[in-house]
């Protein structure tokens, strides 16, 4: 087998250096997409140390001697790159933050379909919404709908009638499964379907639900 | 003969794909410590 390296050792070469060149500029052209300044400040460098040797000297280098040379180079030429690239190459911490703002497992499973699309709610928050006109204090002050009937959960409350809205004053939704209730300030609250509306905080809390609350996971993130 | 010339492409592609895990291997050594060395 060594004869056929050591006949072909020059074309052998040549494609170690194609493969580490190709390798090399693809693995440098990356962060150059997103942040331009990187090309500019990294291409004049290799011309003036380099006299003899392809366009990319570095590849041609499994050898020590080149290794110190684009590391001198690296620290000589570019020191933006070197802060650019940490907020370009970051996809853990990207990737973590999803995970850390998905809330926890609530009790029920009716609950536990929402949080699919945690993220999608995530992307609403500070949108305008349907409800933004609403006041829940307002309308506690402003009085009694009159029309609407007391719900199962006495004064305060109202049946959820499929495929309509609250009635009037009512912006609180209650989950008869979980025996939790959501604000409009909750992330969930538009994906939850309501069994119960309430009028107020204290109407749902005497009912004996709970507000949900956005609890923290336990060990959400171990290596912390 | 052409076991020789299939012989031969191997080693070019071998040697490509060396040379492409040499250069991955030093634009990971020599661009991550820069990253690290944030000052």
Do not use: C
């Not at chain 1, 853990?92 to 999608?120: H, I, L, M, N, W």
């Amino acid at each position: 087998m060594s004869w056929l390296l050591r006949d072909n050792w020059i074309g052998s070469l040549l494609a170690f250096l194609l493969g580490a060149g190709i390798t090399w500029y693809l693995l440098d052209r990356r962060p150059a997409t997103v942040t331009p300044p990187v090309p500019t400040a990294d291409t004049p460098a290799p011309t003036p140390p380099a006299p003899a040797a392809p366009p990319r000297p570095a590849p041609a280098a499994p050898e020590p001697t080149p290794a110190p040379a684009a590391r001198e180079r690296q620290s000589a030429h570019e020191p933006p790159p070197a802060e650019q690239q940490p907020a370009t190459h970051e996809p853990p911490g990207a990737r973590e933050s999803p995970a850390a703002e998905v809330p926890p497992a609530d009790a029920t499973a009716t609950v536990r379909a929402p949080e699919k699309q945690a993220e999608f709610s995530q992307l609403m928050d500070g949108e305008p919404t349907l409800f933004d006109h609403i006041q829940p204090g307002a309308e506690t002050g402003a009085g009694d709908a009159p029309g609407v009937p007391a719900g199962r959960y006495g004064v305060g409350s109202a049946d959820a009638v499929p495929h309509q809205g609250p009635p009037d004053g009512f912006t609180i939704k209650g989950n008869a499964q979980s025996m939790l209730f959501h604000t409009p300030d909750s992330p969930y609250y538009g994906r939850t379907k309501p069994e119960v509306w309430f009028r107020t905080e204290a109407d749902a809390e005497r009912a004996g639900f709970t507000k949900y609350a956005r609890r923290p996971r336990k060990a959400a993130d171990p290596r912390e | 003969m052409s076991w020789l010339i299939a012989e031969t492409w191997f080693l070019l592609l071998v040697a490509f794909v060396l040379g492409s895990t040499a250069a991955w291997l030093l634009h990971r050594l020599v661009r991550t410590p820069a990253r690290g060395a944030r000052r």
